[in-house]
């Protein structure tokens, strides 16, 4: 029989938007037992606002959430999944151990200029990625996967692979999909 806790690392360089959000969003629709936290490789060391001001308007809990490392998770994880580029390339420390990693990219929303408007689009966007990536993984049959690392790791890649939107500073919204070849 799975065991019924699982616990999810969101990973990103600085911890202070994508992965605060992943984090927040998954603990806001998570079966018991199972949890996510956050950490950066090069932590910030503080969220930025708009997230939390963005999960506030969501109706998710925003208290106790902070930028930190890596190197100060309170329990190993067993699943890493990386929503930065800079994130994805690097190693994990070696106290990590054999964690089951996946990669789940979205642009960062505290590069977006332009009007305040234009910001809060972009960490929007980025919220509706993650939040939609969150959804198809918590619909997995997740106690079956438990068990099946290799079919939960091809499940997480294809999660992370589906079409999302990008935010652009000059030409508001595209739609992107990641297809064989590249991007289109």
Known sequence: MA??????????TGNSCRSILAEATFNHLAPPGW??????????GQVNPR???????EGIATDGYRSKSWDDLPV???IVVTVCS?????TCPAYLGPVLRTHWGVDDPAHATGTDAEIDAAFALAYRALRARIEAFLALPLA????????????????????????TP??????RSREPGGFR
């Open 86 to 90: 800079s994130a994805a390339g690097e």
């Open 170 to 175: 000059s030409s508001g919204f595209q739609r």
């Open 35 to 44: 949890k996510a936290m956050s950490a950066g490789s090069q932590p910030t």
């Open 3 to 12: 065991r019924q806790t699982m616990n999810i690392l969101f990973l990103c």
């Open 76 to 78: 190993t994880p067993d």
């Open 144 to 167: 079956e996967l438990q068990s099946d690392r290799p079919r939960l790791k091809a499940e997480l890649d294809r999660i992370g692979a589906r079409v999302h939107g990008v935010a």
């Open 51 to 57: 997230s939390l001001a963005l999960l506030a308007r």
